[in-house]
């Protein structure tokens, strides 16, 4: 059996809230790639916590309205309502 070890700078209180502040409040897409690294080796991972009324709504306006990131699903209905017979291509710029 393997014994996580323990950290030298920080108590063990101060580990634990680093530990669930990384758990519960990093984006999944993060925290799974931590967790895939082996950063949580030795501790058990809690499931993320579900979204607050606030948040959900906030997704869905995104989703439907778009932000500086790109359109939403309004803004593609429209391009698509202008010449539907067209095809909607992704266009990625190289860096």
Known sequence: MAVPAAPRKLDAA????????????????????LDRAGAFAGRRTKPPRPATPAEESARLRRAV??????PGHVGCLEVVARDPHTTMVSEHPWT
């Not at 101060?14 to 790639?33: Q, W």
């Not at 309205?65 to 790109?70: A, L, P, S």
């Open 14 to 33: 101060a580990f634990d809230t680093m530990l669930a502040d990384l758990d519960e409040r990093l984006p999944g897409s993060i925290a799974h790639g």
């Open 65 to 70: 309205d778009g932000d500086e990131t790109g």
